[in-house]
């Protein structure tokens, strides 16, 4: 069996007296892609957080690697993505990467060759040399995105990554995660969208009010609940719940 | 579209933005109450620094020469003796004791009825002593006779020197200035708009360092900064010369380069200073607007002592050379005109940079902890560990709003109706300005006053601590404040003839009620109240003592007075926050001011002042380690009751 490579170990997370998630343990193995689904403020986002090293449970473990996911180890290892990810709107495409390449401390030859590859890959070509603040909002996804898998990390966690991008933009952002499964990444996703999620996730866990709620593949949650789509599941979940 | 519908349009637009930017209450608080608040302030503090700088002259006598020979030298010789207040004259001298500043002036009578007064035009001394010169010579004369000599005015300053005294007029402020405009956008930019643009998750995510973000981005504004102060400092002193040449073609601005250069120097420690304050506030901001809403009083709180400097007759010496800001105007200017203490300026370098770094440290706390990454959304407030049942404290707002409107309300209304009656207008001041508002602002709450005021049962233990804080504390404040920086006598012999009237007119109870009794009630309702319970919801148990200490020595409008009113508030609001009640901190400001009252009236205070400095520091530590046991015996009163 795989190790896995994202744990949360009973994590709990408190802000003063509100609980936004609680006792939460969950899992990715490496060539896995795990769905984080719920409504609004389930805890997602959160959750997310914690592993990304960006905030400490409140009780509970957020591990990365086995390394404490706060640790600049565990980060280096680690590639985060969230919808609201801006860029730095007076630097170009190009400048942004060798920024946080630099920071990766990757060799000048090696960050070359990465920010070709991955404008290849991402067509960011006819772009890299713009101002940030120009592009689309497809084209800063993308660009956010090469920053995100620079560095080639073997954990992605990606917050709500699709949110505000069209049909297209969001089909070329999921083929990209499917390719990254294909290499072996263990990619944490977090949506509102069910429906993508039963596309792209090879498991996936319900949040509800910071509790999960269910965890398995969208065909067994779908059979456990009796429901023809993994929306009606949930919905039976919160129902019930 | 026709113009009737378009004007529609226009004025609909106008209605909605009005009524979007008005239900803003920061805009409300920057474009209202801010510069009713900043203005009166201000002028209290350049009246009061101009005020203090006059008398410092007046009371210098300057020191002078007169040579020569003949009856008329006799005669001013004389003259001068007559005004002891204004002259010192001394045996002889020459132009070489004038320059080296061994004189202030000369006056030299020579040959062919000419006679002249030596001065030197790059010191203010001299200046001011050429100035007395010529008016006792013009008074010597009786009105519509010709005098037997001519004189001129002769200034014994090298070019440098005049250029030096010219540029210490303007260049020192500006420096402060440019610099605090150079580190304001940027700092905003680095903190609050990088979170705007939502790169502050991304960063924080990855592999650096949170010191080493912070420290990259506090340098980049500190050059920012200091390449704003230089290129404006720049542009100005050629602007100048120009200006110059071009009024009259001959002439040319003496500049003194190496000096300038020397005090230019400045801009790179206080840019730094200015950065890491700056990048400390903007961390605390949500967003760009907000961070100009927090950023605009820190400079305006950064002007004030520039312009104490850069108008006050202050030397780099002592507290001065000690106080950021001021230090960094007075040390621009000694270096312009050619001084050089180096022990003040060591002492001003050190301590901008401390200043600086300590601002660092406060910025390294925030960038650390888990609300720089989620500030969370607008109001909300610290988990102050209350508990249910409890009622909903003031929003720090809500308290800076209050503040605010009882300072317009002190420097418009209560201070000139104090002017004309004192006993009127302290007891509508007190019971109107200050309680009356706590009043006002429980009905609009909708809570009853003693939920405002948290009026609760202190234990006895709490009561006593109060008491030891109120009998000793004073003694403790007052000598501290008479080595840091001393109540002028004028003023404390004004307070005394204000507090107990020569003339028997109020007896000693009535005065009690007055100055004791009045002022512990109502100015511990405001500031121990809403003012110290709404700034503890947004700061740290420490912070909201400090700021409502501050912010009660301000209210207190002297210059002089805002050092001990200031250390007293900070002990009060200690005391109110650990007891859970305002009752000890009225108790402990009751006993303050009638132990200050009993001071006053049987005049123990003057006999105090004679003992030396070894006396003072053994009073100072006994009244400390009372007020120290004061403290603790209120802290081991009921922990669950604190604010």
Request: with cysteine; proline share 5%.
């Amino acid at each position: 069996m795989l190790e896995a490579a994202a744990v949360l170990d009973s994590a709990c997370k408190s802000f003063g007296a509100l609980p936004a998630v609680v006792d939460l343990a969950l899992s990715v193995v490496p060539g896995e892609v795990y769905g984080l689904l719920g409504p609004n403020a389930a805890g997602k986002t959160t959750a997310l957080r914690m592993l990304a090293g960006l905030l400490q449970p409140s009780s509970g473990r957020a591990l990365l690697l086995g390394l404490d996911a706060a640790s600049l180890q565990a980060k280096a290892r680690m590639g985060f993505l969230s919808g609201s990810t801006g860029l730095y709107a007076r630097l170009t495409p190009r400048e942004t990467l060798q920024y946080f390449g630099r920071i990766h401390a990757l060799s000048e030859v090696d960050l070359r060759r990465r920010i070709a590859t991955l404008a290849r890959w991402l067509d960011l070509e006819d772009i890299l040399d713009r101002r940030c603040e120009s592009l689309s909002s497809g084209e800063k996804q993308r660009v956010s995105l090469a920053r995100a898998v620079l560095h080639d990390p073997p954990v992605l966690i990606l917050d709500e990554p699709t949110s505000g991008l069209d049909v297209l933009a969001s089909r070329s952002l999921r083929d990209f995660v499917g390719s990254e499964r294909a290499r072996g990444k263990a990619v944490l996703f977090s949506t509102h969208y069910l429906a993508e999620a039963e596309l792209l996730c090879d498991r996936i866990g319900l949040l509800f009010r910071g509790r999960l709620l269910r965890e398995g593949t969208p065909a067994s949650i779908r059979a456990e609940c009796g429901a023809t789509t993994l929306e009606e599941a949930f919905l039976k979940l919160v129902d019930s719940d | 579209m026709d113009l009737a519908r378009r004007l529609s349009h226009v004025l609909l637009t106008l209605g909605k933005e009005l009524r979007e930017c008005l239900r803003d209450r920061r805009t409300l608080a920057v474009m209202i109450l801010f510069p009713l608040v900043v203005y009166p302030l201000l002028s209290l503090l350049v009246a009061q620094v101009a005020v203090s700088r006059d008398k410092t002259r007046q009371e210098r006598p300057s020191l002078v020469a007169v040579t020569g020979t003949g009856g008329a030298r006799d005669d001013l010789a004389a003259r001068i003796r007559d005004r002891p207040k204004l002259f010192t004259l001394v045996g002889g001298g020459s132009r070489a004791d004038v320059a080296a500043g061994r004189l202030d002036g000369l006056v030299h009578f020579g040959q062919a009825r000419r006679a002249e007064i030596v001065y030197d035009a790059g010191r203010e001394e001299s200046r001011e002593a050429a100035e007395r010169l010529s008016d006792v010579i013009a008074s010597a004369l009786p009105e519509g006779c010709a005098p037997l000599f001519s004189f001129e005015k002769r200034s014994v300053a090298p070019e440098a020197g005049l250029g030096g005294y010219l540029l210490s007029k303007a260049l020192p402020l500006l420096v402060v200035l440019m610099v605090l405009l150079g580190a304001f956008y940027p700092a905003i930019d680095v903190t609050a708009g990088e979170r705007e643009r939502g790169t502050l998750e991304t960063i924080l995510s990855s592999p650096i360092r949170r010191f080493d973000l912070l420290l990259g981005k506090v340098l980049a504004v500190t050059v920012l900064a200091a390449l704003t102060g230089l290129l404006n400092l720049a542009s100005m002193s050629l602007t100048l010369i120009q200006v110059m040449r071009l009024a009259d073609p001959g002439s040319t601005l003496p500049v003194p380069w190496t000096r300038a250069a020397a005090a230019a120097g400045m801009v790179l420690p206080s840019a730094f200073l200015f950065a890491s304050v700056f990048v400390a506030v903007g961390a605390l901001a949500r967003g760009f607007k907000e961070a100009q809403h927090l950023l605009t009083p820190v400079y305006f709180l950064s002007i004030a002592p520039a312009i104490v400097g850069a108008i006050g007759e202050y030397r780099l010496a002592g507290l001065a050379a000690w106080i950021p800001c001021l230090n960094v105007t007075l040390l621009a200017r000694e270096l312009l005109l050619g001084h050089t203490p180096w022990s003040g300026a060591l002492a001003a370098l050190a301590s901008t940079v401390t200043c600086g770094c300590a601002a660092l440290a406060v910025a390294a706390h925030i960038y650390s902890s888990e609300r720089f990454v989620d500030p969370g959304p607008r109001g909300r407030s610290l988990d102050t560990g209350r508990t249910v049942g409890i009622p909903k404290p003031p929003t720090a707002g809500q308290a800076l709003f209050l503040y605010a409107l009882a300072f317009v309300l002190l420097y418009f209304v209560w201070l000139p109706l104090q002017r004309r009656n004192l006993v009127l207008g302290l007891l509508v001041s007190e019971w109107g300005g200050l309680f009356g508002l706590v009043v006002l602002f429980a009905l609009f709450t909708r809570q009853s006053l003693p939920e405002v005021l948290r009026i609760g049962r202190p234990p006895p233990r709490c009561l006593a601590g109060a008491a030891l804080v109120g009998l000793s504390a004073w003694a403790a404040v007052a000598i501290l404040s008479e080595w840091l920086s001393p109540v002028p006598k004028e003023v404390i012999e004004q307070l005394r003839r204000s507090l107990i009237p020569s003339d028997g007119s109020r007896s000693l109870l009535g005065t009690l009620a007055l100055v004791a009794l009045t002022p512990a009630i109502c100015e511990e309702a405001l500031f121990r109240g809403p003012i110290l319970r709404g700034l503890r919801t947004r700061a740290s148990p420490a912070a909201a003592v400090v700021l409502t200490g501050l912010l009660f020595g301000v209210f207190h409008v002297e210059l002089s007075r805002i050092l001990p009113t200031a250390l007293l508030g900070v002990l009060l609001s200690l005391v109110a926050l650990e007891s859970g009640s305002i009752v000890p901190a009225m108790l402990a400001h009751f006993l303050n001011n009638a132990s200050l009252v009993g001071l006053a009236t049987f005049r123990i205070d003057e006999r105090v002042a004679g003992f030396g400095t070894i006396a003072s520091a053994l009073i100072f530590v006994a009244a400390a380690l009372l007020t120290a046991l004061g403290l603790l015996l209120v802290h081991s009163g009921d922990r669950h009751a604190r604010l």
